[in-house]
T-cell receptor, first 110, second 112 residues
Framework: TQLLEQSPQFLSIQEGENLTVYCNSS?????LQWYRQEPGEGPVLLVT?????EVKKLKRLTFQFGDARKDSSLHITAAQPGDTGLYLC??????????FGSGTRLLVRP | DVKVTQSSRYLVKRTGEKVFLECVQD?????MFWYRQDPGLGLRLIYF???????EKGDIPEGYSVSREKKERFSLILESASTNQTSMYLC???????????FGAGSRLTVL
């Protein structure tokens, strides 16, 4: 099973800074999802992108699906401590199978 | 809100013990999943179930079995726990046709 490669693996930034997390694969996905997982909780869906080149915004979070549907990025503007968590991307290859990325652990310091 | 409940949040077991991890969802979802989560490896699928009494192996089924006797309940069984099964176990469910998972809070298992 091929993992989605996420980078960076760990990111520690100051409140107010911007950041980008990348999710890359050599496989094509029919859709791609981003989840956030807080300590002691399960992952919670943030967004699903479906069309190559699609951009979706969720307040200060901007998600982009690559044109070839093999990669995605998550950009956070003016990060806040509440953004702290583990960010996981997951690509859909079939009607049931999601391939999860290795995760990016974000710490936003006040 | 859809709720997926994993009753055991933290377990400590000894090598060779039989372990049951229970998962219950309250929204009549057909599909249920068991993943394990390890640092740097993301989530890996152990087993999934399309519906009651139906199960399919995921990517890492070795050492695990599952049971789905009722639609709302999906159990993961470790017949003889080993130290390399120390991990976070996540249960998830979804409605057929929507590739969006709702996760439980996880069960952290330590095998000594």
């Amino acid at each position: 099973t091929q993992l989605l490669e996420q980078s960076p693996q760990f990111l520690s930034i100051q409140e107010g800074e911007n950041l980008t997390v990348y999710c890359n694969s050599s496989s094509v996905f029919s859709s791609l999802q981003w989840y956030r997982q807080e300590p002691g909780e399960g992952p919670v869906l943030l967004v699903t992108v479906v069309t190559g080149g699609e951009v979706k915004k969720l307040k200060r979070l901007t998600f982009q699906f690559g044109d070839a549907r093999k990669d995605s990025s998550l950009h956070i503007t003016a990060a806040q401590p509440g953004d702290t968590g583990l960010y996981l991307c997951a690509g859909a290859q079939s009607s049931y199978k999601l391939i999860f990325g290795s995760g990016t652990r974000l710490l936003v310091r006040p | 809100d859809v709720k997926v409940t994993q009753s055991s949040r933290y377990l400590v077991k000894r090598t060779g013990e039989k372990v049951f991890l229970e998962c219950v969802q309250d929204m009549d979802h057909e599909n249920m999943f068991w993943y394990r989560q390890d640092p740097g490896l993301g989530l890996r699928l152990i087993y999934f179930s399309y519906d009651v009494k139906m199960k399919e192996k995921g990517d890492i089924p070795e050492g695990y079995s599952v049971s789905r006797e009722k639609k709302e309940r999906f159990s993961l069984i470790l017949e003889s726990a080993s130290t390399n099964q120390t991990s976070m176990y996540l249960c998830a469910s979804r409605v057929v046709g929507a590739n969006v998972l709702t996760f439980g809070a996880g069960s952290r298992l330590t095998v000594l």
